[in-house]
């Protein structure tokens, strides 16, 4: 059986979803990145990002960089994982496009649920470790931190290209976790519905003007 109804319609809607949720993170998560050059020095900071030399950090450089990853991930696990497990599945993007995530059996994710499928935030989750190496070797850590944000944006590109091709229109994370995307604007029809109607149009059909899943 092909997609179903709702699966084609709301492909559109997760990419946009997923923009949108990108674009938020990435402005309130360059705050802490911001707000803690003093620990550095405005000029010390500016210096060392024009010429980038691992041999000579700044001082509390290693400390301003513990600071915002872990602030930043903070700021992640707010948006991607406490406000769609208080509302109903739903990050503040799925929110303006309605849609939303649910297992398997419709129900919201428990917050370990959402926090398996954040996967903007699986390079953050395996960067923490590394955050113990920076005071020792901080070009090693730095190194090691740049392949972790590779990998995991290859397997965001990977999840991508497997809610496109994917006749359910689940991505890696959503296997992972067991979950779907689904609107909640338009019903979820199961495989029997799916087999007897063609389109939305004709589901509505067999409804009575006065009813209101034909408003």
């Known amino acids: 059986m092909g997609e179903t ?16 949720d990108y674009m938020i993170f990435s402005f309130i998560g360059s705050i ?5 050059i003093p620990l550095v020095g405005f000029e010390a900071f500016l210096g060392w990002f024009l010429n ?9 450089f290693v400390l301003y960089s513990i600071l915002t990853a872990i602030t930043t ?23 303006m496009l309605k849609i939303k995530a649910v297992t398997l059996d419709n129900q919201n994710p ?5 926090a398996l499928r954040a996967i903007m935030l699986w390079s953050a989750y395996l960067n923490i470790p590394l955050l113990l190496l920076l005071p020792v070797n901080y070009f090693a850590s730095s190194l090691l931190m740049s392949g972790v944000g590779f990998m995991t944006g290859a397997l965001t590109l990977v999840s991508a290209i497997m809610i496109l091709a994917n006749q359910d229109g689940r991505g890696l994370h959503d296997n992972l976790a067991k979950t779907r995307v689904v609107s909640t604007v338009i019903p979820v029809f199961d495989d029997v519905l799916d087999q007897k109607y063609d389109s939305k149009e004709d589901f509505l059909a067999d409804f009575d003007d006065d009813d209101p899943w034909n408003k």
Do not use: C, W
Not at 32 to 36: N, Y
Not at 110 to 114: D, Y
């Open 110 to 114: 428990s917050i370990a649920i959402h």
């Open 52 to 60: 980038s030399s691992f041999d000579d950090v700044p001082e509390n």
């Open 5 to 20: 109804m709702e699966q084609k319609s709301i492909k559109g809607e997760r990419f946009g979803a997923a923009l949108i």
């Open 32 to 36: 802490p990145a911001v707000a803690f």
């Open 73 to 95: 991930l903070i700021i992640g696990l707010i948006l991607y994982v406490l406000i769609p497990t208080n509302k109903n599945g739903q990050t503040l993007g799925k929110m």
